[in-house]
């Protein structure tokens, strides 16, 4: 591998997402999006500035005082730093594989498998990596929260048979066809997935019950003697 | 003749056992001494870092990902944090605070090697070892407790530099030690590389081939020993990186002994990339001035990634804007290396699972997170 000046987020060639978009029209450049939202923003900012010009030169020919300028805004438009793409789930099966077995793409390795939860939508993400050409993506797949569903790609990539266990684990999403999902961080008899947001943690019954008895010895009331631990 | 009846044994190691170097279940499925399957039982360091972090600010998170993480490379930790939201927030960091920066990792990536190299001596019987490397790694924690006060956990590294600067006469020391710890590196080759018994244990086992390790999506020493000639030093350069001259070490036999190789030539490396960080390192400030201690991200998402000692540490940040992120990811190097160990041991008998263990260098609290 050649020494690289490779920005921190990684890199990937204006070419090939333009081919990327060619062979998957679905396929949507989540950095392009935010450039055009950030570019339209721009345009509604001179716009207002344009605006307000015309109110201050009425303003002077009508003899007025000048009024305020307008409050400068931020963008709220999202900064990506790594190369994103936004897959629908109906085609994200073959743009994996594609990905993985074209030449020119090559991206071999999947560093990681996971999920964020939005807490209106979800979505899974993958992120891809090439060990022949050092360039990279994020995959992003919107899925539904209440039923989080997607194909597995444990079978073209054997990492992430770990990976979507953990993310099963953590998130609830079920990945079809799966060798062997069931949980691996946490015990089998967890309730709820603790990464969604709107996880909200419960004892278990054991801890509970065992509290209770530690409570009533500590305090000196002996619980009677059929409840006793 | 009446035919014996055989079946497989499914043994059970850990979660309390000496030789995994913390709280790790192996279900082991044996026929006679061949192991047929291993399959680790992960999560009891799970303390969900990920989740913790969404509730605390930056600089919360730096101390979180030290303590929380891998805790034999708390500094590499702080720094995959770091890279995320420097990253995305556009922070400028001083050169000065850049070189200071490689030279604790670098120092933090030999402490991980010493103390890998010792328990693996004594994971394969060879007690020497063991005193040895504990006797530098601990002139490594005199260094890092002159600076940043800590010996494990530190909380040196800032958004946008260093906590303070180095004491005075501290780059002497490091130079000084520096240049013994080179000979003490050839005294290590002396004992252990060309030891008969050493290469009996490591020799051909637990071999992961180079197409292996790209499936598995191993990192780090384990690729390198696989193969696969990648280091994220070179690949994405960060801080002092691609100012110094180093090399990757890369061994294609992908057995035990190959990993130990490389992480012996990783430790020179890293000492000569300390000394010419040493000499390069310029004068001036530390901390860039007017970063917030709670400093707002802008919306937005980026992975980066650092070398941890152990491999590809990379750390998936999305911010919405707030002083706390949305979403942390740790993508843990532990976590994948140890998934491509139920590779490593298949058709091996079952004394080589110490040695097969030892050698992918895992820390459970990074593999659980």
């Known amino acids: 591998m050649t020494p690289s000046r490779n920005p921190a987020g990684g890199f990937f060639p204006p070419e090939l997402a333009a081919r990327l978009r060619e062979r998957f029209p679905q396929v949507r450049d989540a950095a392009e999006a935010a450039r055009e939202a950030l570019e339209a923003f721009e345009r509604e900012q001179e716009e207002r500035q344009r605006r307000y010009q015309e109110e201050v030169e009425r303003a002077k020919a009508e003899g007025k005082p000048a009024p305020r300028p307008p409050r400068k805004e931020e963008p709220a438009v999202p900064r990506y730093r790594t190369p994103t793409f936004e897959v629908p789930r109906e085609v994200f099966r073959e743009v994996m594989e594609f990905l993985r077995d074209d030449p020119a793409f090559r991206m071999d390795y999947l560093s990681f498998v996971s999920a964020i939860d939005w807490k209106d939508r979800m979505e899974c993400t993958y992120h891809l990596w090439s060990t022949v050409h050092n360039h990279e993506l994020l995959v992003k797949v919107p899925v539904d929260r209440d039923n989080p569903r997607i194909p597995t790609v444990s079978d073209l990539w054997r990492t992430a048979e770990w990976h979507e266990r953990e993310t099963y684990d953590l998130f609830g999403v079920v990945y079809e066809g799966h060798p062997d999902l069931r949980r691996i961080l946490l015990t089998e008899d967890w309730k709820g997935h603790p990464l969604r947001k709107d996880y909200v943690y419960e004892d278990p019954d054991w801890l509970v019950e065992l509290a209770r008895v530690r409570q009533s010895e500590i305090s000196g009331v002996q619980p009677p003697l059929g409840e006793r631990g | ?369």
Not at chain 2, 51 to 64: G, P, S, V
Not at chain 2, 131 to 139: F, H, I, Q, S, V
Not at chain 2, 153 to 181: K, S
Request: charged letters at 25%.
């Open chain 2, 1 to 369: 003749m009446r035919s014996l009846r055989t079946e497989e044994l499914i043994l059970n190691m850990g979660p309390q056992h000496p030789s995994t170097h913390g709280v790790l279940r192996l279900l082991v499925t044996l026929d006679g001494e061949n192991i047929v399957e291993v399959q680790p039982d992960i999560g009891y360091l799970h303390s969900s870092v990920e989740k913790m972090m969404e509730h605390r600010n930056y600089t919360q998170n730096i101390a979180l990902a030290d303590r929380g993480m891998d805790y034999l490379a708390a500094l590499v930790n702080e720094m995959a944090i770091l890279r995320a939201a420097e990253t995305l927030a556009d922070v400028p960091v001083p050169e000065r605070a850049r070189y200071i920066r490689t030279i604790f990792m670098e120092l933090q990536r030999l402490a991980s090697h010493l103390l890998w190299l010792g328990t693996y001596g004594i994971d394969l019987g060879a007690f020497t070892a063991f005193l040895w490397c504990m006797r530098e790694r601990e002139l490594i924690m005199d260094l890092f407790e002159a600076t940043t006060g800590g010996r494990l956990h530190h909380v040196y590294f800032r958004l946008g530099g260093v906590n303070e600067d180095l004491p005075p006469g501290w780059t002497d020391r490091c130079r000084e030690f520096c240049h013994y710890f080179l000979n003490r590196l050839d005294e290590y080759h002396r004992l252990l590389t060309g030891n008969p018994i050493w290469q009996a244990r490591t020799q051909g086992v637990g071999v992961l081939t180079r197409e292996q390790a790209i499936a598995f999506g191993a990192c780090g020493p384990v690729a390198r020993a696989s193969g696969l000639q990648w280091d994220v030093r070179k690949s994405h350069p960060y801080e002092g990186y691609d100012r110094v001259d180093f090399r990757i070490p890369v061994y294609t036999e992908g057995d035990c002994y190959a990993r130990y190789l490389v992480r012996m030539d990783e430790m020179r490396e890293s000492t000569r990339i300390i000394l010419q960080c040493l000499d390069q390192m310029p004068d001036g400030e530390v901390r860039a001035p007017r970063v917030p201690l709670n400093l707002k991200v802008p919306p937005g998402e980026v992975y980066t990634r650092v070398e941890s000692p152990r491999g590809d540490l990379g750390v998936h940040l999305v911010s919405t804007g707030g002083e706390t992120p949305w979403r942390v990811k740790i993508r843990a190097p532990s976590f994948v290396n140890l998934h491509a160990l139920t590779e490593m041991m298949k058709g091996w008998k079952v004394a080589d699972i110490i040695a097969i263990l030892g050698s992918i260098d895992i820390v459970l609290a990074d593999v659980d997170r």
